[in-house]
Nanobody, 122 residues
Framework: QVQLVESGGGLVPPGGSLRLSCAASGSILSINVMGWYRQAPGKQRELVATISIGGSAVHANSVKGRFTISRDNAKSTVYLQMNNLKPEDTAVYYC????????????????WGQGTLVTVSS
């Protein structure tokens, strides 16, 4: 059973920073792509950033220059460094893992975390 455990959400003022972490539990052999999505109140879930096992990263235009995704394959963990936060960044942030393979060769096409709330407000 593979689970994603997220941490780092909270309340910050505009211009502040947060660092989100998401660790995949279980005996992980590999994860192809890990990423972050977010869903603001009344809006659809949107892609924030993804990063491949080789470190190739893609960031949404709305966060380019402010957010940076990274990962530690040894820890099966993905991070999202968020700087210069804006009120419009307020959302529930979800961690995602694509194509997870465990050491006993179980394969999961997609795994989602339960989300962590980020609130940017004075």
């Amino acid at each position: 059973q593979v689970q994603l455990v997220e941490s780092g959400g909270g309340l910050v003022p505009p211009g502040g920073s947060l660092r989100l972490s998401c660790a995949a539990s279980g005996s992980i052999l590999s994860i192809n792509v890990m990423g972050w999505y977010r869903q603001a109140p009344g809006k659809q879930r949107e892609l924030v950033a993804t990063i491949s096992i080789g470190g190739s990263a893609v960031h949404a235009n709305s966060v380019k220059g402010r957010f940076t995704i990274s990962r530690d394959n040894a820890k099966s963990t993905v991070y999202l460094q968020m700087n210069n936060l804006k009120p419009e960044d307020t959302a529930v942030y979800y961690c995602n893992a694509d194509h997870v393979v465990t050491i006993d060769w179980k394969r999961y096409l997609e795994v989602w975390g339960q989300g962590t709330l980020v609130t940017v407000s004075s």
